[in-house]
């Protein structure tokens, strides 16, 4: 475990200084050193192998593994699909390196590639980055992300049984000195998008979930108010896509209604992918 992780470490600043050799004004700056001590706590931190782990997640016959695609099909036994380790492994190199946008480059502390099983039936797909996940380098561990979390384990998985990833892959730059996020620009869209579909065609996720009107605009070029997209499926090459309010719009508009709406989704997705649904599953946020 440790020797993975260190491996894995080892690959991200490999990646992250590969990136800096190409730019112009090559330095040792603070992000590389941030990234890099980062790293060195995140190979401290128990559970952090999991967190990182791409290849693990691949190997066949590895029981949490197994156990873990079984509860993503809802089909024991039945697993076949494996993205190809090597290849996501490659995609990963290749985004953490990624410098085609100099201004998030020069903002971010971390690229935050997506995290998660990647022969998950199940991905999620997000925004962007927000300063928690820009400095953990993994989407959806903020306010917004603790949120998601409760989802995903009240649908009766763990995070690390679906795949969770975001339109864009740094966090969207703001003015020096003020706080919160802005949303990407349709150039910085266009300029990430490519990765996002790179990563659903490894997946190759049974069903996917596109949180809010970003993820809706990015996949599809939707604009539509997201009141008329929720609780409908769309189809992303040929992939059901459930469209469902961000979790940062239920913590903004706390009503049993809203909640209910986005609960509904969910089980709309779990049926799709031929679970078993609890009656008290299905009678969440009902009063
Ligand atoms: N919101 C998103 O859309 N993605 C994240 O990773 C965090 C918050």
Redesign the pocket.
């Known amino acids: 475990m440790q020797t993975r992780s260190f491996e894995q470490g080892l690959q991200l600043v490999i990646a992250m200084l590969s990136g800096l050799e190409k730019r112009p004004d090559l330095r040792a700056d603070n992000h590389v050193l941030q990234r890099i001590t980062q790293l060195g706590k995140l190979a401290r931190k128990p559970g952090a192998e999991e967190d990182l782990s791409v290849r693990e997640a691949f190997q066949a016959g590895e029981p949490s593994t197994t156990e873990a695609a079984d509860r993503a099909t809802g089909e024991p036994g039945k697993r076949e699909k494996r993205a190809d380790p090597q290849t996501f492994e490659e995609l990963r190199t290749r985004v953490l390196a990624c410098t085609k946008c100099p201004h998030l480059v020069a903002f971010r502390h971390t690229v ?1 590639f997506g995290v998660g099983n990647p022969a998950a039936d199940l991905m999620f797909v ?5 300063a ?2 820009d400095m953990q380098g ?5 306010r ?2 603790e949120l ?1 979390t409760k989802i995903i384990q009240t649908m009766g998985f763990q995070r690390s049984d679906v795949y ?1 990833a ?2 864009l892959k740094c966090r969207p730059d703001i003015p020096p000195g003020t706080s919160g ?1 802005r949303q990407p620009t349709p150039a910085e869209m266009q300029t990430c998008l490519p990765y996002l579909r790179e990563q659903i065609e490894l997946i190759q996720p049974k069903v996917m979930v596109a ?2 009107a ?2 809706m605009r990015g996949l599809f070029g939707k604009t539509e108010p997201m009141k008329d997209m929720r609780g409908r499926w769309h189809s992303f090459n040929s992939i059901p896509v459930m469209a469902t309010f ?3 719009y239920l913590l903004r508009n706390q009503a049993m209604t809203e909640k209910r709406k986005v609960w509904e989704d969910m089980l709309q997705v779990l049926e799709r992918l031929g679970h078993r649904i609890s009656d008290r599953q299905r009678n969440y946020f009902l009063r």
């Open positions: 935050v997000g925004e962007a980055p927000g928690d996940e993994e989407p959806f561990v903020g917004a992300g998601l969770i975001n339109v996020n949180l809010g970003t993820a961000h979790p940062s």
